[in-house]
C-alpha cells in the first residue's frame, strides 16, 4: 500500500506534466480520448455476423464488377511484385491515419482554435455516421474473405481468393492482436474511415494553411493524403473502392452536421453554463469567464 510520500511524489508529477497544460485543455483531451475510447469500443462491440459480412462482401465485389471497377485484386497481384509500392501502401495505411490526424490535431487545437473546434466536430459526427452503418450493413474487408470462405465452405473466384494482408505479411502490424481485439471490429469496412479521416484531415490542412505563407506546401500535402490513401486501403486488401465511397460519403456529411452544432447546439449549451452557479465550472469550461476572472 503506497503511503503519504509516495501519494505526495505522484500529486507533484502530475503538477509538473499538467503545468503547460490548463484545466481547458485538459478537458478537450479528456473529451477527445473518452469520444474515440466510445467509437472504437463500440465498433469492437459489433464483431458476432462473420456469415452477414462475408456475404455482404460478395455482394459489394458483385455491384463493382456491374459497375466496371472491381480492380482491387489486379491492384494489389501487380504490386505484391514490387516490395517498394506494397510497403509504401502499408506505411500510408498505417501511419498517415492516425498519428498523423492526432499529430494535426494538436497543433491546430493551439494555433487555430475556432477551426481545430470544427475540425474535431467533423470527425466526431463522422465517426457516429459511421458507426451507424457498421452496426447495420456489416462488411468484410477483401483480405479476411479467404479465411471466411474456409469458415462458411465457400468457393471464391482465383481473382477474391488471393487477397493478402500486406500489413501483417510485411509490417507485422495486425490490427486483431490480443492487446487490441476489444478495439477492432474486423468486419467494418463499410465505410472507409481511413479513406473518410483522411479526406477531413486534408481538408482541415488546406483550409488551415490557405492564404498563409506555406500554402505552396500544405495544399499538395492535403491533397495528396486521402488519394495516397485510396491507393493504399485497395493495396493493402483492408476495403473495397465501394468503402472508400461511402467513406467519403460519410465525411463530407460530418461537415454540415459540425456546422450546425457550432452554430446551434454551442451558443446554446454557452447559455447554459453561463447560468450555472459554480463560477469554478465556468472558468474552466468558458475561456472568457477565465479572462474576466483574470480583469477582475
Not at 466536430?121 to 452496426?135: C, E, K, N, Q, S
Not at 493495396?235 to 460519403?249: K, M, Q, Y
Amino acid at each position: 500500500m503506497a503511503g503519504p510520500e509516495a501519494e505526495t511524489e505522484g500529486a507533484g508529477l502530475w503538477r509538473r506534466l499538467a503545468r503547460p497544460f490548463s484545466k481547458r485543455d485538459l478537458l478537450e483531451g479528456l473529451l477527445v480520448g473518452v469520444a474515440f475510447l466510445l467509437y472504437f469500443g463500440v465498433r469492437g462491440a459489433a464483431i458476432d455476423r462473420p456469415e452477414t459480412a462475408f456475404a455482404n462482401a460478395l455482394d459489394v465485389i458483385g455491384l463493382q464488377r456491374r459497375l466496371g471497377f472491381f480492380w482491387e485484386a489486379d491492384m494489389q497481384e501487380w504490386t505484391l511484385n514490387h516490395l517498394f509500392l506494397v510497403q509504401a501502401a502499408n506505411i500510408v495505411y498505417f501511419w498517415l491515419h492516425l498519428p498523423l490526424i492526432g499529430a494535426f490535431a494538436f497543433a491546430l487545437y493551439y494555433w487555430q482554435r475556432h477551426k481545430y473546434t470544427l475540425i474535431r466536430d467533423a470527425f466526431l459526427a463522422t465517426g457516429a455516421i459511421a458507426l451507424v452503418v457498421y452496426w447495420s450493413y456489416p462488411v468484410a474487408p477483401p483480405r479476411e474473405l479467404p479465411k471466411l470462405a474456409v469458415q462458411f465452405s465457400q468457393t471464391l473466384p482465383p481473382d477474391v481468393a488471393g487477397f493478402k494482408d500486406t500489413v501483417q505479411d510485411l509490417l507485422g502490424y495486425a490490427y486483431q492482436s490480443s492487446s487490441t481485439r476489444a478495439f477492432v471490429n474486423p468486419y467494418a469496412a463499410m465505410p472507409s474511415l481511413h479513406f473518410g479521416w483522411d479526406l477531413l484531415l486534408g481538408i482541415g490542412i488546406v483550409w488551415a494553411f490557405w492564404g498563409r505563407r506555406w500554402m505552396w506546401l500544405a495544399v499538395p500535402i492535403g491533397v495528396a493524403l486521402p488519394v495516397m490513401q485510396v491507393f493504399a486501403v485497395a493495396i493493402t486488401a483492408n476495403h473495397f473502392f465501394l468503402d472508400v465511397i461511402a467513406g467519403a460519403a460519410a465525411s463530407l456529411m460530418g461537415i454540415p452536421v459540425a456546422l450546425a452544432v457550432n452554430r446551434w447546439v454551442y451558443p446554446r449549451l454557452r447559455k447554459i453554463v453561463e447560468r450555472l452557479p459554480w463560477p469554478r465550472v465556468r472558468r474552466w469550461i468558458l475561456p472568457q469567464e477565465r479572462a474576466k476572472a483574470t480583469e477582475a
